[in-house]
C-alpha cells in the first residue's frame, strides 16, 4: 500500500518534522509540499537537514479555492499551520482525502470554549464532531475509523499520557497540578519576541497561567474518558525552560486510597501494554527529555509516598508531541502497522 500524502505549511518546523518522518516511511509518498511565504524555495534550503535526501520546490499555500482540486488524488493530507487556518481549508477538502490537522482549530468540541481560549471565533464549527481527537494511546479503536483527525497539542500529549491511568481507574481526586518545561521549538520557527534565543537562552520563565489553550484539550479528553467533568480539578502551568526539542511534565496528584509504587507501576503496564511508544521505567526514575529527542517515544517515570503521587514524562514536542503522532495516526487510519516509519532510537548522549 503506498499512502499519496501532501503536507501543508512543509516550511515550519511541524511541518519539516513531517516531511524528515515521511521521506523514508515505506507505505507513503509525499506528493507536494506547501509553504506560504517561503513557497517556491526548495526544500532543503528550507530544511538543511534534508539536502541530498529531498529535491523538491515548495507549492504556493493552497486557499478555499484551490485546495479541492490539489488535494483530489491523495489518500491523505497534513495541516502544518498556525492556529485558525486550518479551518478555513478543511470544509473544501474532498472526503476521499483524510485529514491529519496539527493545529488546534479541531481539538475543542465547543466553539465556545475555543473562542475563549484561541482569541477567535470558529468559521467551520460544523466540521467539529466529525474530527477526532488524536491521542493514538487513548482513542486508537477511533482514529482507525476516522477521516479527520486532530492531531493533539504538544504540552497536551505529554500530560495526558502521564495522567490518563491513573484517572481510568478513578484513583485521584483533585487538585491534578500539571507542570510542565518546553523547549523553544514549541514556539515555531518565527522568531517572537518571547521566542527570540536572546530572550529564551540561559533563561527560565513560566507563561499563560490558568489559560493555556491545552487545559480545555487535556480536560476534554479526560472527560472522554471518563464521562466525568475534569476542568475544574486541573491547573496547568508551563514554562520556558532553555533548550531547543523536548517537554518535561511533572504532574503531583493526590490517590483517593494510598497506593505502593509497584502498584502504580502495574496499572501503568497494563494501560500502556499495546502502547510501544509509551516506556515506563519504574518508580523513582525521572525521564530525561535527551532520550527522547527526534523519537516518537514519551517515557514515564513516577514516584509515591502515601497518597501523593508524582509522575513525570518526556517527549520530543516536534515528534510525539506534533510530527510523529501525526504520522503515528496515519498509520492507524491505513491500517498500516502503528510504528511503521517511526522505530527510530534518539542519541546517546
Ligand atoms: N512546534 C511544536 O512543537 C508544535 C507541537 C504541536 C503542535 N504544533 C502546532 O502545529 C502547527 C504548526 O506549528 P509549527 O511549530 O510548525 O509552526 P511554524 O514553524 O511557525 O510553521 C508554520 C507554517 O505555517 C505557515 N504560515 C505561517 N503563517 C501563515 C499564515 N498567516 N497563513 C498561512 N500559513 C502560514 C508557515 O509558512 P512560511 O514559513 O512559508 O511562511 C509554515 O509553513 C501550529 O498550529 C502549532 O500550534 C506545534
Given at each position: 500500500m503506498t499512502i499519496r500524502v501532501g503536507i501543508v505549511g512543509g516550511s515550519g518546523y511541524g511541518g519539516g518534522e513531517l516531511v524528515r518522518l515521511l521521506l523514508f516511511h515505506p507505505a507513503a509518498e509525499i506528493v507536494w509540499v506547501a509553504a506560504h511565504e517561503q513557497a517556491g524555495r526548495s526544500i532543503a534550503e528550507v530544511h538543511p537537514n534534508l539536502r541530498r535526501l529531498a529535491e523538491f520546490r515548495l507549492l504556493p499555500l493552497p486557499t478555499a479555492e484551490t485546495i479541492g482540486s490539489l488535494t483530489e488524488g491523495l489518500d491523505c493530507v497534513f495541516l502544518a499551520l498556525p492556529h485558525g487556518r486550518s479551518m478555513e481549508l478543511v470544509p473544501r477538502i474532498p472526503e476521499s482525502v483524510k485529514v491529519i490537522d496539527l493545529a488546534g482549530d479541531f481539538r475543542l468540541k465547543d466553539p465556545e470554549v475555543f473562542k475563549a481560549h484561541y482569541g477567535q471565533s470558529h468559521r467551520?464549527?460544523?466540521?467539529?464532531?466529525?474530527?477526532?481527537?488524536?491521542?493514538t494511546e487513548l482513542q486508537r479503536a477511533e482514529i482507525a475509523r476516522a477521516s479527520r483527525v486532530a492531531n493533539p497539542g504538544c504540552f497536551a500529549t505529554a500530560v495526558l499520557l502521564g495522567l490518563a491511568p491513573l484517572v481510568a481507574a478513578r484513583q485521584l481526586i483533585g487538585p491534578v497540578i500539571a507542570d510542565a518545561k518546553t523547549g523553544s521549538s514549541g514556539a515555531g520557527a518565527k522568531p517572537l519576541e518571547t521566542t527570540h534565543h536572546p530572550r529564551r537562552a540561559n533563561s527560565f520563565f513560566a507563561y499563560k497561567p490558568f489559560i493555556h489553550p491545552h487545559l480545555p484539550e487535556i480536560a476534554q479528553a479526560l472527560t472522554h474518558l471518563v464521562e466525568d467533568r475534569w476542568l475544574e480539578h486541573l491547573l496547568l502551568q508551563v514554562h520556558s525552560a532553555p533548550v531547543v526539542r523536548g517537554i518535561f511534565a511533572s504532574l503531583y496528584l493526590t490517590l483517593a486510597e494510598p497506593m505502593r509504587a509497584e502498584e502504580i507501576g502495574d496499572l501503568f503496564h497494563q494501560f500502556y501494554a499495546d502502547a510501544f511508544f509509551v516506556r515506563l521505567l519504574g518508580p523513582n526514575v525521572s525521564p530525561d527529555i535527551t532520550w527522547v529527542k527526534h523519537t516518537n517515544f514519551c517515557d514515564i517515570g513516577w514516584a509515591v509516598q502515601g497518597r501523593t503521587v508524582i509522575i513525570f514524562t518526556a517527549l520530543d514536542n516536534l515528534v510525539k508531541g506534533a510530527a510523529g503522532q501525526a504520522v503515528q495516526n496515519m498509520n492507524v487510519m491505513f491500517g498500516v502497522e502503528e510504528t511503521t516509519g517511526l522505530k527510530w532510537p534518539g542519541s546517546h548522549p
Open positions: 467551520a464549527p460544523e466540521q467539529l464532531e466529525r474530527f477526532v481527537y488524536g491521542l
